[in-house]
């Protein structure tokens, strides 16, 4: 799709040049016309100045004198035929030719001397019978009109060049703010649908501005609507599945041995469905923050990873994983602390979920330059290949160790957030534990305490 600045630009273009060719040609005549006629005009009436000046001599015998031209001049005297004469005598001639046929010439029109063709214009005292011709090469006004009209065409031509750069810039200069309008357009993430800022947007744009705020609190009350359905459903979910659960439990000890398999696979499916409601709050939550104008504030790293750890104990208990935190007393970081608690969640109760049983699973929180913390969370798993790394983060992958409770929501719930959030999500070679390593790099909010390093152990 062409720009509005380039088809402005090409179309400037088109109309000088479809105005200029025509002007060129009505300048170029014109200006031949009028320099033909001044020419002969001033011809003339030099013509007029020396039979004045003729008629007044006394007669003399003889041709008068040619007299050697000793300047440089810038015009060539041969282009011109001066002739004067008195009673049919010959009183001067600027080229040697028959004196007969110089005498002959006529006062007006042309004739051809010389092999070449002149212009004729001469005047006649009649009382003293003097008479001055003067000849001008036939082709010298032609090739001088046209040199002179070349000129002007040359300078308009000129004019019209500086004239359409001065527009292009003026275009340009002019479409500045349709291209700001633009980039506040272009550079506005998927969450941010406030409304655009019509005051500054230029008044042939007001009209797209406030059709574009009405498109956006559209899409924000139906992104709006489907949270709030994802919220409820979840949340209303979540109270029959715990008293299903419940009941389910309840028959633990009445059930006999060839219904127990059954009643494992029962507890099982009802682990994944509340796994997969808390994800969907999860995910409903972390939408309804707006990062555009909260970007978070200052958290203790090491105090977040142990709250987490400790939420995740029982679960780590179940499948017999020793949780292990390795970090300094505090570092401080700046990040938004409900998403981070989402993100560390999941990342750890993924390792759990994936270690061996009994299996580890290492934390680690370490200073990088410059201030910027790290945090390692890896296990004894089968761990992944870098392939199959990037495929864990689409929606329902389930890679890894079959079985278990996950719904393949967990990793790509961590690089949804981490994306919103800029925090680089990478895959590191295994470690010492031999699993899946990953590493997330925060942004210190100061430079972090290293002595006093500490191991804690959960599970």
Not at 150 to 169: D, E, N, P, R, W
Not at 231 to 258: F, K, M, N, W, Y
Not at 335 to 344: E, F, N, Q
Not at 387 to 412: C, D, P
Request: glycine share 8%; charged share 20%; aromatic share 6%.
């Amino acid at each position: 799709m062409t720009s509005i600045r380039a088809r402005l630009q090409r179309r400037l273009a088109w109309m000088t040049a479809c105005v200029w060719v025509p002007a060129s040609i009505l300048i170029v005549g014109a200006v031949a016309l009028e320099y033909k006629e001044s020419f002969h005009g001033r011809t003339a009436h030099a013509a007029q100045l020396m039979l004045a000046f003729a008629a007044t001599q006394p007669a003399a015998s003889g041709v008068m004198p040619v007299f050697e031209q000793r300047h440089s001049f810038d015009f060539d005297a041969d282009d011109y035929l001066v002739v004067i004469s008195r009673n049919g005598q010959l009183l001067y001639a600027s080229e040697a030719l028959p004196v007969d046929r110089l005498l002959a010439l006529p006062l007006d029109g042309s004739a051809a001397i010389g092999g070449e063709l002149w212009l004729l214009h001469g005047s006649e005292d009649e009382s003293t019978g003097t008479r001055v011709v003067i000849g001008v090469d036939a082709w010298e006004p032609v090739l001088s009109s046209l040199q002179v009209a070349g000129l002007v065409a040359v300078y308009v031509l000129t004019a019209t060049a500086l004239v359409g750069f001065a527009l292009m810039v003026s275009i340009r200069s002019s479409l500045t703010p349709l291209g700001a309008f633009a980039g506040q357009v272009r550079e506005r993430g998927e969450e941010n649908l406030a409304p655009l800022d019509e005051t500054e947007a230029p008044s042939e744009l007001q009209g797209v501005a406030h059709a574009l705020n009405g498109l956006m609190d559209r899409l924000r009350l139906v992104l709006d609507r489907e949270r709030d359905f994802v919220s409820d459903a979840a949340h209303e979910l979540r109270t029959p599945l715990t008293a299903i659960r419940a009941q389910v439990e309840a028959l633990d000890g009445d059930l006999p041995d060839h219904l127990r398999s059954r009643f494992a696979n029962i507890l099982v499916a009802t682990d994944r469905a509340g796994r997969l409601i808390a994800q969907l709050l999860d995910v409903t939550r972390s939408q309804s923050l707006d990062l555009s104008r909260d970007r978070g504030c200052r958290i203790d790293l090491v105090e977040l990873v142990q709250s987490v750890v400790a939420e995740l104990v029982p679960a780590a208990n179940v499948r017999n994983v020793e949780i292990s935190l390795d970090s300094p007393r505090s570092a401080a970081v700046t990040a938004h602390p409900d998403l981070l608690t989402i993100v560390l969640r999941n990342l750890v109760d993924n390792a759990v979920k994936y270690a061996d049983s009994p299996g580890q699973v290492g934390i680690t929180v370490a200073a990088v330059y410059p201030a910027a913390i790290e945090l390692i969370v890896e296990d004894d798993g089968p761990g992944l290949s870098a392939e199959a790394f990037e495929r864990a983060f689409e929606r329902f992958q389930r890679l890894g160790r079959s079985g278990g409770s996950g719904v393949g929501l967990g990793l790509s719930i961590v690089a949804e957030l981490c994306r919103r959030m800029e925090v680089p999500v990478d895959r590191l070679e295994p470690g010492t534990l031999g699993g899946l390593r990953i590493r997330l790099r925060l942004p210190g909010a100061r430079p972090p305490e290293l002595p006093d390093h500490r191991t804690s152990y959960y599970g």
